[in-house]
């Protein structure tokens, strides 16, 4: 999850300086909409698509894993709290030892 944010924010870094260096070539008329249009095809669009990736691929863990209904499971990050590792479909961080409802 955080790789998303990093990547969009490098990417929101990158297109502000582009729109920068480029602001006198688009001239004030059209700049605030050449903004917008950059700032959702460059920087939410691919995030929200990593997004949607990120959810399908731990979409089996999410569901259907003894790590989902434990108290130290964070569904937005798929990340046991406990011991900060990331459960797989093959792998679970505490063994089902230290679960808690």
Do not use: Q
Not at 47 to 60: C, D, G, L, Q, R
């Amino acid at each position: 999850m955080g790789e998303i944010i990093w990547y969009s924010l490098i990417r929101l870094f990158i297109s502000i300086i582009f729109l920068w260096l480029t602001k006198s070539y688009w001239g004030e008329k059209y700049f605030f909409l050449i903004v917008l249009i950059s700032l959702v095809v460059i920087v939410i669009y691919p995030a929200v698509k990593s997004y949607k990736t990120f959810i399908e691929k731990n979409k089996s863990i999410i569901e259907g894993s003894i790590c989902s209904t434990c108290k130290h499971f964070n569904f937005s990050a798929v990340i046991c709290m406990k011991y900060d590792k990331h459960p797989t479909s093959d792998n679970i961080p505490c063994n089902g030892t230290d679960w808690e409802l």
